[in-house]
């Protein structure tokens, strides 16, 4: 371990430059991909209404106890705890979230490299069919192939590493400062096809009326994931963020923002999928294949012709990679952020050897359906495996003692300070209201759905 002379630490470039980032992390496949195909599995209205009650009492307060964690600190995951909490124990919980990042973009880098694929192949006319036994069979051969799997990931993780070497004002913020409103702009597009099409309504009540017949724990419990996963809460991202937040930043104001943009960007689209999978009549509960399988065969059945069908699938999947990209970013950073703090190296080394790293862990979500089909963990596949394990396990529990952190280590007079910018911002009531939720109520509901969880894995 080298020491190097005092480091200037990355910064946002302004309040503003701060909340595109952190939308930008918070946006991501877990919109395009995730939401929808957790909604269409899991009944709907019913769900979002669960998923976003969670989003509320549990990721909310969980992203704002990390922002002003990293904030106060100035460090990492793991620095920031330890420089809170001297020689206790706490910084285990960054210790974890690491670990999470790396399963996440383990198999976060996989998916966005078949999105890459898929923009080739559909602009390419390859996919246009309304067979989903072909469209199926199309995405068989991608996921099956070992070289095509790795190659694609590496693609990604050299890509990805390129722009986080940039900085993160220069690399993270600029880049998703400029996808960002693609993003929406094409969103845009494919919700006012998909909302003017015949049978569209059918879908709006899919989304929006909801049948409480359809919950259940096991529901509970994935809508309380996807809440950790779509905010990037629960391991660390959020302090690292934090740390690169400027002093004047209204934490709770923008933290709810943040929240309310990413709403916004699922539902929207919700409504670019459910209404056409509606009106073409396919299956909505297809998992997480829907935006591979079944959405090909969904853009196929568009008026208009192939040419029509191939530009609307190709601007679905260049929506996707948008949205990915900052995701990606953000939790590329967190293991970067760590070495930068802690050993000294720079920026461009630690970003080469994170992305070597990731490249190892990569491979086994990588070919979870090719040379290790045979691997299984508790039925599910590497793949299925790293995903479960990390939203449904690693996050909640790391939210979990977070909050128990703020709450009962770190304490009110820190967190006033912290969030009211030492008394400067006129938001006390809004910053009483999220600790008490954080210190008492999302605790609470955290514990009771992993235990619920637990019972429905048991049974
Ligand atoms: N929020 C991103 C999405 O919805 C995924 C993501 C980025 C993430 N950073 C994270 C999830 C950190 C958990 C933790 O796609």
């Not at 495996?385 to 939210?399: K, Q, R, T, Y």
Request: glycine share 12%; proline share 5%.
């Amino acid at each position: 371990m080298t020491s190097a002379g005092p480091r200037v630490r990355g910064r946002f470039t302004g309040t503003l430059g701060a909340v595109a980032a952190t939308l930008g992390s918070a946006v991501g496949l877990g919109n395009i991909w995730k939401f929808p195909y957790m909604t269409g599995e899991s009944g709907g209205a019913a769900f979002i209404i669960v998923y976003v009650i969670a989003t509320f009492l549990i990721g909310l307060p969980v992203m704002i106890s990390e922002h002003v964690i990293g904030r106060t600190a100035r460090s990492d995951a793991i620095g920031s705890l330890r420089k809170l909490a001297p020689k206790e124990p706490w910084w285990l919980i960054g210790t974890a979230g690491v670990i999470a990042a790396f399963l996440i973009i383990a198999f976060y880098t996989e998916v966005i490299g078949w999105v890459l694929i898929y923009i080739v192949k559909a602009f390419s006319g390859q996919i246009v069919t309304t067979d989903p036994s072909v469209t199926g069979a199309a995405f068989g051969s991608v996921i099956s192939n070992p070289w095509l799997a790795l190659g694609l990931q590496w693609v990604v993780l050299a890509g990805l590493m390129a722009i986080i070497i940039a900085g993160v004002s220069r690399g993270i913020e600029a880049m998703v400062k400029r996808l960002l409103p693609i993003l929406f702009v094409i969103l845009l597009i494919i919700a006012i096809r998909s909302l003017t099409l015949p049978g569209a309504s059918a879908g709006l009540e899919f989304l929006f009326k909801p049948d409480l017949s359809k919950l259940s724990f096991g529901v509970v419990l994935a809508a309380m994931g996807l809440a950790f996963f779509k905010l990037s809460v629960g391991m660390g991202t959020m302090i690292t963020y934090g740390s690169y937040y400027p002093e004047e930043q209204d934490i709770p104001k923008s933290a709810v923002r943040v929240m309310l943009g990413d709403l916004f960007v699922s539902l929207l689209a919700g409504v670019a999928i459910f209404p056409a999978v509606f009106a073409f009549g396919v299956e909505k509960a297809a998992g997480p294949s829907l935006m591979f399988i079944t959405m090909p065969t969904v853009f196929s059945s568009l008026p208009g012709g192939p040419v029509v069908q191939s530009i609307f699938m190709g601007l679905f999947f260049v929506l996707a990679a948008c949205a990915a990209t900052g995701a990606a970013l953000s939790l590329f950073e967190v293991p970067v952020a760590f070495l930068e703090d802690h050993t000294g190296w720079s920026r461009k080394r630690a970003a080469i050897v994170t992305a070597v790293a990731l490249a190892v862990a990569g491979a086994f979500p990588a070919l979870a359906e090719s040379w290790l089909s045979g691997v299984k963990i508790g039925g599910l596949n590497l793949f299925d495996a790293f995903d479960f394990a990390s939203s449904n396990i690693l996050l909640p529990v790391g939210g979990l003692f977070l909050c128990i952190f703020l709450g009962w280590r770190w304490g009110w007079p820190q967190v006033k300070e912290g969030l009211t910018n030492k008394g400067s911002l006129d938001n006390q009531g809004m910053v009483r209201f999220f600790y008490g939720v954080a210190k008492l109520i999302s605790p609470v509901l955290i514990l009771v759905v992993l235990l619920g969880g637990l019972g429905v894995l048991g049974g």
